[in-house]
């Protein structure tokens, strides 16, 4: 059955009769329509987005507090249907998508907790000076196609916290749970501060060129970052920037192979690898290179791939067909190269569904394509390492920052190492956690500015210093 979603613009549910069609990845079915919004929409949406401004940031912390704390009610309350319009829509196994959906929710609740509250610069007989945080305005956001529902809520939510109104563009491949959010929020957020409109990619630079939008705050490729960062600067917009990434993960020789291989394994292949902070290149020592890689390949095979919604399903298909595309295109190229390959490769190419397989590649070379580009798709490649100079300098090899993992016993010897690696997040011994309340960011090609805790939020605003002579001659 096909089903129609509206835009969020100006507090009602709206459609101009033009529509683009939604994707199921696992069976290649359309199964909903929305919106094709053009300058029209975004001309409306960034209207209402600036009048509501004008009010919204004049609201107490309080007054947003309550706000923010409805649409994580409203998300977690309807967390079984968003779920599974999720799975529909973008692929991920049905508990992933849970783990999406209320992560989303929790993301709000945390967040609503967050205030930049002032700062004193001087207080003494000659002067009181303070740094205020005053919001930037109309912010556009744009996001990606892997985690749509989370990427949206950390837009939505530090903007009206921090006072800004915003106009969201959703991944044309993957609207349909955030305009259902839109519609559970549709009553709970003032008309106007958030407002939802759905497009084409040529929407997004309609977009970044607005002269009505203070800030772009952007989720996706480097490719797109750098085209976004062009489009921003005729105006000198605020931008955020959260870019791709093609993270290392280092495993020392005192590891335990047995305890370490199912997490390595889901570190990469969560979300059908489409995540990106995914362990995109995996350095093993080699004391433990053979035992380790062989029980990776073993786990791998008690795991499923195949239609998220059905249980039992571990990986679910690549979200789109660009993107399978890719994927097969740098799996042909590790074959044709003559790579080794542990499990995995073999692509049907008569299935229905956009399904690869889970591929684990044996020690390719560091400039295999498959290595240095970042595969966002089930594709591992497993990598010996000597020593720990090394191994470090390899990771760094690399215009991507984003974040990176140690595996060790030896906790303090993890902490040196993750303190030499040149990306804007490090797990030891874990992976894949991101505090609402912590910076989140790229160094280097893989980001400008940062999400997530009061860095996060700062972004949102200007800083105004207000410097008040004492005993002043007027
Ligand atoms: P993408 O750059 O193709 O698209 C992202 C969004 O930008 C979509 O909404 C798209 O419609 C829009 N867009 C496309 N062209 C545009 C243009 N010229 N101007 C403005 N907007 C435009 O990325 P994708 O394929 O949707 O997502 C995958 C990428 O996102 C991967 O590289 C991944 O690593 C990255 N990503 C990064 C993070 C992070 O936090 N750093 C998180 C998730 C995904």
């Known amino acids: 059955m096909m089903t129609d979603y509206k835009n969020l613009i100006d507090g009602e549910m709206v459609d101009n009769g033009r529509w683009m069609e939604v ?36 609201t107490s912390s309080e007054e947003r507090q309550k706000v923010v704390q409805g649409i994580a009610a409203a998300i977690k309350d309807n967390a079984d249907e968003l779920f599974r319009l999720l799975t529909a829509e973008q692929g991920k196994p049905h508990h992933q998508a849970q783990m999406e959906i209320y992560g989303a929710a929790g993301l709000a609740a945390a967040q609503s907790t967050l205030t930049l509250d002032d700062v004193i610069n001087q207080d003494d007989e000659e002067r009181l000076s303070r740094t205020r945080r005053v919001p930037v305005g109309v912010v556009g956001g ?18 009206l916290i921090s006072g800004c109104t915003i106009v969201l563009k959703p991944s044309p491949f993957t609207p349909l749970t955030t305009l259902r959010v839109a ?72 590891a335990d192979v047995e305890k370490v291989a199912e997490q390595l394994f889901w570190s990469s292949f969560t979300n059908a690898g489409q995540i990106c902070v995914a362990a995109k290149r995996i350095y093993i020592h080699e004391d433990i290179y053979d035992d380790l890689s062989k029980a990776i390949a073993e786990y791998a095979k008690g795991v499923t791939v195949g239609d998220g919604s059905q249980q039992g399903t571990g990986v679910g298909p690549i979200q789109n067909k660009k993107q399978f595309d890719r994927v097969c295109e740098l ?14 490769g073999n692509v049907d190419p008569t299935g229905t569904g956009y399904y690869v397989p889970i591929t684990i590649l044996d020690n390719p070379p560091e400039d295999a394509r498959i290595v240095a580009e970042e595969q966002f798709g089930p594709v591992m490649p497993l990598m010996k390492f000597s020593t720990v100079d090394e191994v470090i300098a390899r990771a760094n090899n690399s215009d ?32 894949l956690h991101i505090s609402p309340l912590a910076p989140f960011g790229g160094h280097k090609q893989s980001g400008f500015g940062a999400e997530y805790g009061l860095d996060g939020l700062k972004e949102f605003t200007y800083p105004q210093v207000i410097t008040v002579k004492r005993n002043a001659a007027v």
Not at 188 to 207: H, K, M, Q, R, Y
């Open 23 to 58: 994707v199921n990845p696992a069976t290649e079915e359309v199964f909903a329509r929305v919106p094709a919004c053009g300058k029209d929409e975004l001309d409306r949406a960034v209207t209402a987005a600036r009048r509501a401004f004008k009010t919204w940031r004049k």
């Open 142 to 159: 744009i996001v990606p196609w892997n985690f749509p529902v989370m990427m949206a809520i950390q837009k939505i939510v530090p903007a």
């Open 183 to 254: 519609e559970l929020i549709k009553d709970v957020v003032p008309a106007g501060t958030v407002n939802i409109i759905t497009g084409e990619d040529s929407l997004g630079p309609l977009i970044t060129e607005h002269p009505d939008i203070d800030k772009v705050t952007f989720t996706g490729s480097t490719a797109t970052g750098k085209k976004i960062m062009e489009g921003a600067s005729k105006d000198l917009k605020r931008i955020t920037l959260e870019l791709g990434g093609n993270d290392a993960s280092i495993v020392l020789p005192d």
């Open 331 to 344: 799996i042909q190229d590790a074959k044709d190269k003559g790579y080794k390959f542990l499990t995995g």
């Open 400 to 431: 991507y920052g984003l974040a990176g993992a140690v595996w060790t016993k030896d906790v303090d010897k993890g902490v040196e190492i993750a303190e030499q690696l040149e990306t804007g997040t490090v797990w030891v011994n874990e992976f």
